[in-house]
């Protein structure tokens, strides 16, 4: 998919995500989703210039319905930023790359 961006599923959700030495934040989407889509590029281009900081991962909620239903994802796209394996922060729907940066920055002082 990405070289910044790693998807992840129900399989390895705890292992990629509960279990970083770094902050992450999980990009909740779906391939029928337009904002979805919209957030693809975003992301690649924030988690490019992170690289290190913050691990970047998405979550088709259509193939992963155990980690979706867990985290209770009502819309989509969904962020939710992990520190320590637990949610700090969500951010519900299309964010701009500034957006996102300052988000990451309040959450996770990066």
Known sequence: MSDYVLEVGDANFSQEVLKSDIPVLV???AAWCGPCRMMAPVLEEVARDMQGKVKF???????NRT?????????????MFFKNADPVETQ??????EQLKKK???????
Request: avoid cysteine; aromatic fraction near 14%.
């Open 27 to 29: 990009d909740f989407w």
């Open 57 to 63: 991962v998405k979550v088709n909620v259509d193939k």
């Open 67 to 79: 980690t979706a239903g867990n985290y209770k994802i009502m819309s989509i796209p969904t962020l």
């Open 92 to 97: 519900v729907g299309f964010v701009s790359r």
């Open 104 to 110: 990451l920055e309040e959450v996770f002082g990066v």
